[in-house]
């Protein structure tokens, strides 16, 4: 095992650890699942940080502390994909007890997948998807001062997951350039996807 800890800590959650340590060991299991189902930094409101304040004998600035923390042991056990022995292990080198560390990582143990999925989700969706791709082919007639050639282009209408459309013309040229390019990039996703 690498000598790394799960996270560095700032000075506000080296404060937090021996709160989070002689937090409520019936308490906790509840508050680490509500933690992991909405990993959202405002899971709880004032009145429920305030009763956590009262559980934990915590101020309303611990209380903050003490829930990012917890957040960021969850989201660095999450990007990292620790077991939950390997979790408790890595909580009790943070100086975290024992006692506390084990029920931490039995929560992990039942929440890791999907909470490891959210992450995912999030982290890998952040751009937008193409949604819709219509094309048509428009032709120019020739004229008299056209020399008589006709410039046929292709006229593409793309519609975004976040609203956004856009429209482009691409003549043959442009267009034949486009597709080497799109055939470059699907061969490395064939070699990526192929690699074991």
Known sequence: MSSATLVTLDARSAEALPLLSAFSL?????????????????????????????????????????????????????????APPAFAQELQRLSIAAATSDVLATVWSHEQAAYEATLIETSSHLAPTLLEAQWRLHVTMADSTSKGI???????????????????????????????????????LDALAAAP
């Open 26 to 82: 019936e308490k906790l299991p509840l508050l680490a699942q509500r933690l992991l189902r909405a990993p959202a930094a405002t899971a709880f409101t004032k009145d429920e940080e305030h009763q956590l304040a009262e559980i934990g004998g915590m101020t309303r600035d611990q209380v903050g502390a003490f829930l990012a923390l917890l957040q960021s042991l969850f989201q660095a056990a999450g990007r990292r994909r620790l």
């Open 150 to 188: 006709a410039t046929p282009s292709a006229l593409f209408h793309m519609q975004q997951s976040n609203g956004v459309a856009w429209d482009m013309e691409m003549d043959h040229t442009e267009l034949h350039a486009f597709l080497v390019q799109l055939d470059a990039i699907q061969a490395q």
